[in-house]
T-cell receptor, first 115, second 113 residues
Framework: ETGVTQTPRHLVMGMTNKKSLKCEQH?????MYWYKQSAKKPLELMFV???????ENNSVPSRFSPECPNSSHLFLHLHTLQPEDSALYLC??????????????FGQGTRLTVV | AQKVTQAQTEISVVEKEDVTLDCVYE???????LFWYKQPPSGELVFLIR??????QNEISGRYSWNFQKSTSSFNFTITASQVVDSAVYFC??????????FGKGTRLHILP
């Protein structure tokens, strides 16, 4: 399997639920990202991990909690979300600085609806 | 701080017309990368081009061309002889040594038949 894979593709959750989004890349990249895409703020950077170290939080509410256990996997743990958190959540990976920089490769996203 | 501005929110042109999408960026880094992506109605983000800050040579790929001007911090994208299939949202992005990839708000392009 190649590229960036996100699961699930669609998720509906209540405001009191806890769920996790998963991202996996098989490209050998050393940087991974979570982006939020909504009508108000297209492609808003949430988190960056470079060599498994978090380098960017970007003032994201604590109800979103990222986890990067290794260079191939990235999770976004969700709890007590609000309806305004409904959006498309995109994972991406790239070959970051220190080597030849690549473009970001994106997964197909998880469409999240909070009810 | 890094910033990417795509001032054109939405553009409509008639098929076969040429259209230019503007991108202006801000960065304090001397070394950086610029990108353009296309997001068609199907939703996936399609990579179009990458350019590093030391390479100001303009690039042409078929009907697509890019004009990188460091003096004005711009990286504009032109589609020549536009086609209906070019209808999409186009994003410009900037990457610096901190590994952040910052995107502009996108320009929605409508090509009318």
């Amino acid at each position: 399997e190649t590229g960036v894979t996100q699961t699930p593709r669609h998720l509906v959750m209540g405001m009191t639920n806890k769920k996790s989004l998963k991202c996996e890349q098989h490209l050998g990249h050393n940087a991974m990202y979570w982006y939020k895409q909504s009508a108000k703020k297209p492609l808003e950077l949430m988190f960056v991990y470079s060599l498994e170290e978090r380098v960017e939080n970007n003032s994201v509410p604590s109800r979103f909690s990222p986890e990067c256990p290794n260079s191939s996997h990235l999770f976004l743990h969700l709890h007590t979300l609000q309806p305004e958190d409904s959006a498309l959540y995109l994972c991406a990976s790239s070959q970051g600085w220190g080597t030849e920089v690549s473009e970001a490769f994106f997964g197909q996203g998880t469409r999240l609806t909070v009810v | 701080a890094q910033k990417v501005t795509q001032a054109q929110t939405e553009i409509s042109v008639v098929e076969k017309e040429d259209v230019t999408l503007d991108c202006v960026y801000e960065t304090r880094d001397t070394t950086y990368y610029l990108f353009w992506y296309k997001q068609p109605p199907s939703g996936e983000l399609v990579f179009l081009i990458r350019r590093n800050s030391f390479d100001e040579q303009n690039e042409i790929s078929g009907r697509y061309s890019w004009n990188f001007q460091k003096s004005t911090s711009s990286f504009n994208f032109t589609i020549t002889a536009s086609q209906v299939v070019d209808s999409a949202v186009y994003f410009c992005a900037l990457s610096g040594p901190d590994d952040k990839i910052i995107f502009g708000k996108g320009t929605r392009l409508h090509i009318l038949p």
